[in-house]
């Protein structure tokens, strides 16, 4: 059996026969001609060698379909996902109540079944809270882990290859949660979700968490004015001047280390604005702050390592600390382009959110818009329109287990799967030279930039 790495976590165990029954589903709906080679099946039992060169074959195979956008965003291979998944966690097919968490800490609880997918799970709340159909494609559903001060850690966007219940139970911690956030940048698209009284009151309770948690820079006299809107309940006008305060609509995230302006120098990362912001704490204490823009950003890529385990064999993978690092290639002055490294355990959902800025950019430059991003089908079931296919992050990533030698592994475009097999393997992994994520949204910078 291989095991199936996803975001850093352990998402299934699949057999060879399972892999080839899902070739063989790709092959009959799109052709031959479209989906990858297949390793063939050998007759006799495979030497040690040879299992590594399969794994690694299989490996390849899976990042090609996760790659091509009609097999990647295929039904067939997320359904694939999603009950392997189902099977690897033993979690059968049951009616299940389900906590999902709004930013002001209220819960909505949803009956579900445990095979339900994320959109299914994403509609079920946005039904229960009244939110309407053409506002869903606005919000997206999170892993967050809860911090100690009650705030929230972001672990990752939920996606369409996974059920969220299975995903949350299977962490077996209760700091694990699942939250209700927007899931846009552009602040333009808050007029389109304030139209209605249930979207104006999930953006005016993350706004006001975003405040309480200190996300949204205010001074004194601003947070004077904020008050004097929350006792009117102006929610409108709360919103409004909230969005004039700097790091409005930004994520911040956990403390971690950067090697800019110099190794080793501790920074607090916010994404936003189409930016990542810099609070850098230089070795001397001085905090300096600085922006990196997404469109200066050439590419990047995430990248994991684990140690070797000294433990036993059959020591849990989870205990093996897995560094995670996300490193952007940024236009600082006309001809000079330099690598930023920041070191971070949220390192996946820090590219994720680069990813998701250069989707909408893309959208907006092509005239598109979010919008109706959800359209229902005959079946009952939800479907991506046409529009959101082109801001869809291919969000798969390489995570080696803690059996394997020391080693770092970049992702393509978020979309490397990673098999391991369950059995010790000793051979080293190479790092592709073109494993990293490009820019569709880059752009040079001209002399009256400089």
Same mark, same amino acid.
């Given at each position: ?96 109540v ?5 930013s ?7 009956t ?53 219940y ?12 699942i939250?209700?956030?927007?899931s ?17 009151n ?40 909230a ?31 189409n930016?990542l ?7 001397n204490?001085q ?20 140690p070797? !385990?000294?433990?036993? &064999?059959?020591?849990?993978? %989870?205990?093996?600390?897995?560094k995670?690092?996300? *490193? /952007? @290639? ?27 800025m ?64 369950? !059995?010790?393997?000793? &051979?080293?992994?190479?790092? %592709? ?5 490009g820019?569709? *949204? /880059? @752009? ?7």
């Amino acid at each position: 059996a291989y095991n199936i790495h996803v975001n850093g976590v352990l998402h299934c165990r699949v057999r060879y026969s399972q892999l080839l029954g899902l070739h063989e589903q790709l092959r009959k709906e799109y052709g031959a001609n479209v989906v990858p080679a297949f390793p063939p099946k050998k007759i006799f039992t495979l030497t040690p060698a040879e299992v590594e060169q399969r794994r690694e074959q299989l490996e390849k195979y899976m990042q090609a379909v996760r790659q091509d956008p009609m097999l990647g965003g295929s039904e067939t291979f997320n359904s694939f996902l999603r009950k392997a998944q189902q099977e690897t966690q033993q979690i059968p097919t049951e009616e299940v109540v389900l906590e999902v968490l709004l930013s002001n800490g209220q819960k909505v609880k949803v009956t579900i079944l445990t095979s339900d997918q994320t959109e299914d799970v994403l509609e079920a709340v946005a039904s229960k809270l009244d939110l309407p159909d053409d506002l869903v494609g606005y919000f997206s559903l999170f892993l967050v882990r809860e911090t100690k001060d009650g705030a929230f850690s972001f672990v990752r966007k939920l996606q369409e290859f996974e059920l969220p219940y299975v995903s949350v139970t299977s962490l077996h911690n209760p700091e694990f949660r699942i939250i209700l956030r927007k899931s846009y940048w552009d602040s333009a698209y808050d007029d389109d979700v304030m139209e209605h009284r249930v979207g104006l009151n999930l953006l005016y309770a993350q706004t006001v968490s975003d405040i309480e948690h200190g996300w949204i820079a205010v001074n004194k006299e601003q947070h004077r004015q904020l008050k004097s809107l929350q006792e009117k309940v102006s929610k409108k006008e709360f919103i409004r001047l909230a969005q004039t305060l700097k790091y409005y609509g930004y994520l911040k995230f956990d403390p971690c280390v950067t090697d800019f302006p110099e190794k080793g120098c501790h920074v607090v990362v916010s994404a936003g604005n189409n930016e990542l912001n810099f609070q850098v704490r230089l070795p001397n204490e001085q905090i300096k702050e600085g922006s990196f823009k997404v469109t200066r950003m050439r590419c990047w890529r995430v990248t994991s390592s684990v140690p070797m !385990s000294n433990g036993p &064999s059959g020591s849990s993978p %989870g205990k093996s600390e897995v560094k995670l690092e996300l *490193a /952007f @290639e940024y236009l600082m002055s006309k001809d000079r382009l330099q690598w930023v490294t920041i070191t971070s355990p949220q390192a996946i959902m820090l590219s994720i959110c680069l990813q998701s800025m250069v989707d909408e950019l893309m959208v907006k430059k092509s005239g598109g818009s979010i919008r109706k991003m959800f359209r229902r089908k005959v079946n009952g079931a939800l479907r991506r329109s046409d529009s959101q296919q082109a801001v869809k992050s291919p969000p798969l990533l390489d995570s080696p287990d803690a059996s394997r030698e020391p080693m770092a592994k970049l992702s393509s475009k978020l979309t490397s799967v990673s098999l391991r097999g369950i !059995s010790h393997s000793s &051979s080293a992994n190479d790092v %592709g030279a073109n494993d990293f994520h490009g820019n569709y *949204a /880059f @752009e040079g910078i001209g002399d009256e930039d400089l």
